[in-house]
């Protein structure tokens, strides 16, 4: 999986409701929005990739 793949993917994945709860509890306007749980079934997906890892 290529840094583009990656970012559309976990992009595709977030909501605007969970960006405005993410919002009130402190975080900036630079996210996704998405759950810990569709993070680690991205993570899962793509396994170990150190260079993948690296350029996120």
């Known amino acids: 999986m290529t840094l583009k793949e990656a970012l559309d993917q976990l992009e595709s994945l977030g909501s605007e409701k969970m960006r405005e709860f993410n919002r009130k509890r402190g975080a900036g306007e630079n996210q996704f929005g ?5 993070i680690r ?16």
Do not use: P, Q, R, S
Request: zero cysteines.
């Open 34 to 38: 998405i759950t810990l749980g569709e």
């Open 41 to 56: 079934a991205v993570a899962n997906k793509i396994k170990e990739d150190h260079a993948l890892a690296l350029a996120l």
